[in-house]
T-cell receptor
Framework: NAGVMQNPRHLVRRRGQEARLRCSPMKGHSHVYWYRQLPEEGLKFMVY????????ESGMPKERFSAEFPKEGPSILRIQQVVRGDSAAYFCASSPSREGLDTQYFGPGTRLTVL | AQRVTQPEKLLSVFKGAPVELKCNYS??????LFWYVQYSRQRLQLLLR??SRESIKGFTADLNKGETSFHLKKPFAQEEDSAMYYC???????????FGEGTQLTVNP
């Protein structure tokens, strides 16, 4: 099992551009979580998705940010019109279910730099 | 709302010395507590969770509900233990992990 995959690992965008971050969960995992880590801070929850459904997006900024987890393909975190404050490491995690509070397995992260 | 606090951003010990990484939490219910570790250039990985009651790589953590703490301990630190350690909790009704800000442990030779 290759583990949770994220790409790209590093992404540079200019202010106003769009950023698309991809996450492929572990095989057999249907639950995906996105976290953001700002410099010098811990990871903060953004959104929790199952296939084709957003379950909890309470940690996601109301504007410019969106997430999806389609029936086929990876989960996508999309940031429109990026600003310097969006520079951070974005981590994806997956779990097989929520039954018994399954362990979340993390990807290597995408480091977004906004110039 | 739940909160996790790791009071030490940096902790430095010598090889063979005992180490304790502190973690306190606030939550009115019964959370599940975790320790995650991130070694240099590697991804975040689960070290242990309180429900398992197991020792991983010589580390143990006991949930103290009275003090709302989940400190991570190891009696004899090794150089390969040098890493960033994050304490986290999840509520029984929720799905999100709430992380502390992390403690960078350095074990000196």
């Amino acid at each position: 099992n290759a583990g949770v995959m994220q790409n790209p690992r590093h992404l540079v965008r200019r202010r106003g551009q769009e950023a698309r971050l991809r996450c492929s969960p572990m095989k057999g995992h249907s639950h995906v979580y996105w976290y953001r880590q700002l410099p010098e801070e811990g990871l903060k929850f953004m959104v929790y998705l199952q296939k084709e459904n957003i379950i909890d997006e309470s940690g996601m900024p109301k504007e410019r940010f969106s997430a999806e987890f389609p029936k086929e393909g990876p989960s996508i975190l999309r940031i429109q019109q990026v600003v310097r404050g969006d520079s951070a490491a974005y981590f994806c995690a997956s779990s097989p279910s929520r039954e018994g509070l399954d362990t979340q397995y993390f990807g290597p992260g995408t480091r977004l730099t906004v110039l | 709302a739940q909160r996790v606090t790791q009071p030490e951003k940096l902790l430095s010990v010598f090889k063979g010395a005992p180490v304790e990484l502190k973690c306190n939490y606030s939550y009115s219910g019964s959370p599940e507590l975790f320790w995650y570790v991130q070694y240099s250039r590697q991804r975040l990985q689960l070290l242990l969770r309180h429900i398992s009651r197991e020792s991983i790589k010589g580390f143990t953590a006991d949930l103290n509900k009275g003090e709302t703490s989940f400190h991570l301990k190891k009696p004899f630190a090794q150089e390969e233990d040098s890493a960033m350690y994050y304490c986290a909790l999840i509520t029984t009704s929720g799905s999100r992990l709430t992380f502390g800000e992390g403690t960078q442990l350095t074990v000196n030779p």
